[in-house]
């Protein structure tokens, strides 16, 4: 079975510091998919980034930046000089790889809150 | 370009009754996939269609059944609700064998 774990359950920061945060993942496929979304308030889930288990290179997107550590099971989500609006619930996820972008399994998400 | 739309937003039910919710894909996408959200949970992966078929499913009990239209739109029924189905009910949708979801701004459900 499936299962993604974000210890964090909330983490509070203040402006221009950096954060990260972690997720710890567990499943027997050797292929899959993993993610992070963003959920601010209004409640729609917002994709930031999709990873595949064969690739391991770090990536970064502006002040976002990811660690994925295969060794670990470990996808860490950091989060340079933040920002008050990247105040949001965040979700690490772990999906099946077939052919029709297998069901997710969500972690229970980190509440971070930036203040000004 | 549209993105993934749901209805309706809210919803206030009594337990035992019967509930349908509505997911309209984002343009091109030909896989549907229903989450339940319980406050301060992560979402939980209910089933999936595809070429109106469930493919997939999670572990939540037959009262939960769904359904794909031709045009990929969805729907989400539930059956005698009880109080602890309420929860914000969201759709993704998806490309075939692109693993990228994009979600729909959500049902919250109330059963009182």
């Known amino acids: 079975a499936q299962k993604v774990t974000q210890a964090q359950t909330e983490i509070s920061v203040v402006e221009k510091e950096d954060v990260t945060l972690d997720c710890v993942y567990e499943?027997?496929?050797?292929?899959?998919?993993l993610f992070w979304y963003k959920q601010p308030p209004s409640g729609e889930l917002v994709f930031l980034i999709r990873?595949?288990?064969?690739?391991?290179q770090n990536e970064i997107s502006g002040r976002y930046s990811w660690n994925f550590q295969k060794s670990t099971s470990s996808f860490n989500f950091t989060i340079t000089a933040s920002q008050v609006v990247d105040s949001a619930v965040y979700f690490c996820?772990?999906?099946?790889?077939?052919?029709?972008?297998?069901?997710?399994?969500f972690g229970d998400g980190t509440t971070l809150t930036v203040k000004p | 370009d549209a993105g993934v739309t749901q209805s309706p937003t809210h919803l206030i039910k009594t337990r035992g009754q019967q509930v349908t919710l509505r997911c309209s894909p984002k343009?091109?996408?030909?896989?549907v996939s229903w989450y339940q959200q319980a406050l301060g949970q992560g979402p939980q992966f209910i089933f999936q269609?595809?070429?109106?078929?469930?493919?997939q499913r999670g572990n939540f009990p037959d009262r939960f059944s769904g359904h794909q239209f031709p045009n990929y739109s969805s729907e989400l029924n539930v059956n005698a609700l009880l109080l602890g189905d309420s929860a914000l009910y969201l759709c993704?949708?998806?490309?075939?064998?692109?693993?990228?979801?994009?979600f729909g701004p959500g049902t919250r459900l109330t059963v009182t």
């Open positions: 499943t027997r496929d050797t292929t899959y998919y």
């Open positions: 269609y595809y070429e109106e078929e469930e493919r």
């Open positions: 990873r595949n288990s064969f690739d391991e």
């Open positions: 993704a949708s998806a490309r075939t064998g692109i693993y990228e979801q994009y």
């Open positions: 996820a772990l999906s099946e790889a077939l052919a029709n972008a297998g069901k997710s399994t």
């Open positions: 343009s091109g996408h030909d896989t």
